[in-house]
């Protein structure tokens, strides 16, 4: 029947997004966590992950690097690219959440928050996609009950 198709096709979209979350959790405690320890401010958690026109928001710290100049360029276009596809893909779900929402959204923001902190932006991102097809799975199923 459409409504099993449906409910079927719920279940291997969200089982995608699940798998999805799981890699980009792996990558994230592999890449994350060594940076935390490392000595090398070359290759310490803010030199990874932040983009260095935002370093003067943090504390001061030498910026001095002996990478060469093409590495230094392609890290920071890595760290724009990931930095806005995060943002653009929060601000995404965010506004999602709130249109389709049953529930206050300060419990799905702290999920969200505990999600990035563990497993990353990328795992927090397939997890709210995961959860959206589940709030539009219900929709659904709801109107055609």
């Not at 997004?17 to 935390?36: D, F």
């Not at 890595?78 to 995404?92: I, K, S, V």
């Not at 709130?98 to 990353?120: C, D, E, Q, Y």
Request: net charge positive.
């Amino acid at each position: 029947s459409p409504a099993q198709e449906i409910a079927q096709a719920s279940a291997w979209i969200r089982a995608s997004y699940y798998a999805c979350a799981v890699v980009s959790g792996l990558a994230h405690v592999v890449i994350a966590l060594p940076s935390l320890f490392k000595t090398s401010t070359t290759r310490s958690f803010v030199q990874i992950f932040v983009p260095c026109y935002l370093h003067s928001f943090l504390a001061p710290r030498s910026e001095k690097t002996d990478l060469p100049e093409y590495r230094v360029m392609a890290r920071l276009l890595f760290q724009h690219d990931w930095l806005t596809m995060t943002t653009a893909a929060l601000l995404f779900f965010a506004w999602s959440y709130h249109m389709l929402r049953s529930a206050p959204a300060g419990p799905w923001a702290a999920r969200m928050m505990l999600f990035t902190i563990v497993g990353g932006p990328g795992a927090a991102i397939a997890w709210a996609a995961a959860e959206r097809e589940e709030r539009i799975y219900k929709r659904i199923a709801t109107k055609n009950a």
